[in-house]
């Protein structure tokens, strides 16, 4: 099966290339009568947009979202919703230079592997510009959660080493690396801001909350809903791992420690994220993604070309020294999808 | 959609519970007129059964499959294979105990939750039995990426805390708790016999490293390489998180650190675990999973019954005190369907 | 993706081979806490049966079906039903004649160009009795239905070039033809007989009647509710084509005759046999389906083997000499998996 | 799952409503490397617009394509083509009248219970102007089709009762119903003139013929070849019935008339429409469709208004007398779109 379509019941497929004519998606499966307009899904795209801050990217796209169909008079009619961007503020000559290398880090090689071709101009499908697409759908998926009650925040827990301590929600949006602690925030910035001076680049940990799902969400044995948000979160570029509650420190943890216990209000603690068994337990659910330093950086590297001669590069551009900040909307925009996607499942499972 | 499918062009569906009549798997797609026959089948099933050592569960599961259609003098057909296995050793009054309270770590709760209606014994379909289908599944597909010359390990990385120092592939099913390291594995072993004694249990993390796969396989942007490697085993029970690569230390490296640098005969690292844009790079594909510690302990904990009834509950029954040895086999049978199925979807995508 | 899986929400994936050790499905995504039990579904399995009257095969298949999982002290889990028939009454030397020939009308040819390999015993995956698991799903199917207050009934409407003329619901179950008017039922028989004794076979057309499904089922506009019982019918065997409320005949037809008038009660005509835009209207939905002649006939035909060597062929065995009494049961089933999937996909969709 | 995508493997996704934007369709799967343009596909649009003679709707819709994504330098990319189209000469205020009414025919009743909500305005989604996405994808399919050697050619067999006597492929588009036979073309043409002189319409017959297939293309037992184009074909607006080869004439055969012998060379007769047992057998694959008359006359025709009262209606607008000639390209463009999933998904199950 091709593969640029995610979901079954609501159900996203993207297209577009980072210098093509335009970027965009086709949201199927969208609840009808719902009121919605451009300007709600426009605050997710500006969250996402290049040049919100020192430390992001100076590139200027212009992320103006259109609904092209399926609203009707303010609503959703229940037929798909194609939500377009047009690529402006393109230098695709900029990218001459690196036609014929392969960038570390880049999916330069694997693409040319796959496909046999390559459309080189600023990544071409693999560019970050992909998840324009995602972020619009997952605005119209946050609208249908909002009316169920079900809010989703992601915020940046550590970069480039410095973690963050403290956990105030308030503060998420008021600093440009999106943590949730402004001590760290403010060492991240001078940590990214030098990285940025000389050239190099850093990952970090985004980490996400899901409130408000009922328990019983998720369908297993493979739909578990771990198993979807794993796939959403490892689909999106950069995205090197995921753990869920605890995580990997379950890993040395004894079973009498691990386990969530029980009284009559409900769980004691929450190691397992709020997922058992592949199924929301009605606790928060918690995750947290790896993601790796971006691969542009102008420190001199080793690579090859595609004559297989071996070269010197350096990759010039306009990059985000530390991805974080804009992939935060993207991790949000799939687990909405994702959420939105399994209580449709079992409103299916259950009606009678 | 229904969870119990998993891939498309070649597709599993499970069924079957702990304590039911039987369980198995129908494999859809798989390549006609490949010799195929039921002891090759079976050394994968030996390797997931429980009693195959002290650190096992004492259990005597008879995990003897049967091919019940899909082959014709020794040979695959094209069509359906359909492989069962009888339960048998069942003890569901071992369970009556339990019938009416929800077990800490255990999906008792939000199976009640989701269903409304629950099967108790032994799990139901929750209960680790529901991998056999799956084992029997990935030993077809293994058989498939035999012929292609990729190969499928997993190991033990780490128990209880206990770390694998060094890595000889050679001593991993020589010991019992299949890790890398003879020396580790034999601490490891110690610990899970102390906490065995005790009534605890411990988690651990499981490397797998797949090899031969050649560059160019995986279906972005959605059915990543990763992606899909993701999903399919966070559906795994137990397993809470997976990292691909450098994983999560990648969030404290720099560009230049964590980039894989080429020259002419290839990569110099290969920090991204094999996988770039959600494709092979045609180096070695390395993630490790998160296994957390097994629920069934009896150490007393607290919980709350059906009725809302708060109540200390201790955990009788025959389990694996660490389940990372039986994992294993599940971890590359997963692996091995996810590879058979995205080397089919990049064939159906070149064929002209 | 592989061919053996029908529905999304609720989901079938069979298997079997006329002579393999047994055939049956996979049902997912069924209702949790539905009453269920084998003798519900054997009443199905028996109006499928060979050798039930003069006029269909001789064969004593044991159509004992065994639900092996998924229903827990009577009732539906939400997990897998699996449903199994062993084969019984097998007599695979009867076809050792013609395992290097191609029977006119089978799938003998065509099977081993796909395959490049063929289970020739009984016509392998390509015998009915590849349906008895449709027929087994089908009954589970019909059972969420008649929670709902939906009904399907399939009847023979014409044999062999005869035709009802009135239509009794009550006589269909009555004559071994099911046909609805016992007139042409006699002669349809008689016709059948005759055939028989010459070792010839016939068609006929199979009508479909399916009540209380509300206005308002149908996803547009690939799945539309008439797109997807075209998809089942003509998955079946010996069907070759399908028509909704006038069907062909609207080709002669003005528009002022074929559109459904309303008055404020409701529709005045259903030319568009319930379904109009891929969407139920509320009105009773119509269809016809056509039946080919049995292929297995004993007068003599010309073909040629494997080795491309021509020959005359005769085919022995013990078959129907018009299927159309056997296939209504498996038109019925179809028609219910489609009916109880499109149902859960308007619940998933509206579901808020 | 939502239904507005179609296919596996070659997949498309469309959108759009009659008087919204646009409305466009996602090629995802695409063969990479192939040479296709605008001006290709385009040829298709402009067989399916409006206003191509005095027998087709006088609407002038600016049917020009544009592929927005997936092609670079001439070539596919292997990434989701998204080809999209402006909806131009609008009138949506000539459907105010309608706006509170349900057109007999048309879907206007069956939307609104389904969705709640309804885009009245030139029928919405329920718009044979959907169909403008179909094609383009169908075009990009056909030029995949082209390299394998397979053609797709379909044209009227019958309208309001005139039946095409001979079969010249060579005058189909030569004549402004797109028959077979010129003489009954010409008769065709003076009796859709007459129908539309007095404000009403017919339906027809469409016939398809597809070349160039080998044998053993189609997935059994569900994804066979029939079934798939049943679907596809079924899923079209307008079309109420599909069959292969003899069809419902088969109901009338003996299995002795019916039945396709062979001999040395081949098939002596094509009785099965070049599919047996759902596979393709190297024979001409031969369908015909029935196709309903427009709903759109101006002969007053009885209904009710969405408060429940009854009225008189005459459905003004510019509309085609009879959709025969304008569905011919969309019937094309479907069958393409089976065929090149089709012949992917064999390559899948083959590949090793």
């Not at 970027?23 to 919100?52: A, F, L, N, S, W």
């Not at 578990?224 to 995921?242: N, P, Q, R, T, Y």
């Not at 999808?337 to 499942?345: A, F, T």
Request: a negative charge; proline letters at 4%.
């Amino acid at each position: 099966m091709a593969g640029n379509t995610f979901g079954e019941n609501f159900k996203i497929t993207t297209f577009g290339e980072s210098h093509g004519a335009a970027v965009g998606v086709i949201v199927d499966g969208v609840t009808p009568g719902v009121e919605i307009d451009e300007p709600y899904i426009q605050i997710q795209m500006d969250r996402r947009k290049p040049g919100q801050s020192s430390v992001t990217s100076p590139r200027k796209e212009y992320d103006r979202i259109n609904i092209m169909s399926g609203v009707f008079e303010g609503k959703t009619t229940g037929t798909p919703l194609f939500i377009m961007l047009h690529n402006t503020d393109m230098k695709p000559e900029a990218y001459n230079d690196i036609q014929h290398s392969f960038r570390p880090g880049h999916a330069d090689y694997t693409y040319l592997m796959k496909y046999g071709i390559r459309d080189h101009r600023g990544s071409g499908r693999a560019s970050g510009r992909e998840t324009a697409g995602r972020v619009a759908a997952g605005a119209v998926a946050r609208k249908l959660l909002e009316h169920r009650g079900v809010s989703v925040v992601a915020y940046t827990k550590q970069i480039g080493g410095i973690r963050c301590v403290t956990f105030d929600e308030q503060v998420i949006e008021q600093n440009p690396v999106r943590a949730c602690d402004l001590d760290a925030a403010a060492r991240m910035v001078e940590k990214i801001e030098y990285l940025s001076s000389v050239g190099d680049s850093c990952g970090g940990i985004v980490e996400c909350r899901i409130r408000g799902v009922r328990p019983g969400i998720g369908e297993p044995v493979f739909d578990k809903l771990d198993a979807e948000l794993a796939k959403a979160m490892l689909s999106i570029g950069a995205i090197k791992g995921i753990e869920f509650g605890a995580g990997f420190a379950a890993a040395d943890m004894l079973g009498s420690e691990h386990n969530d216990q029980m009284n009559s209000t409900g769980f004691l603690t929450n190691n397992a994220g709020g997922i058992v068994g592949g199924i929301s337990n009605g606790e928060e659910i918690v995750f947290r993604v790896a993601v790796k330093p971006t691969s542009s950086i102008t420190v001199p590297q080793q690579t090859m070309n595609i004559a297989g001669k071996e070269q010197t590069i350096v990759t010039e551009g306009r990059h985000d020294p530390c991805i974080c900040p804009r992939i935060i909307p993207v991790v949000e925009a799939m687990a909405c999808i994702v959420l939105e996607d399994q209580l449709k499942r079992q409103a299916a499972m259950h009606d009678r």
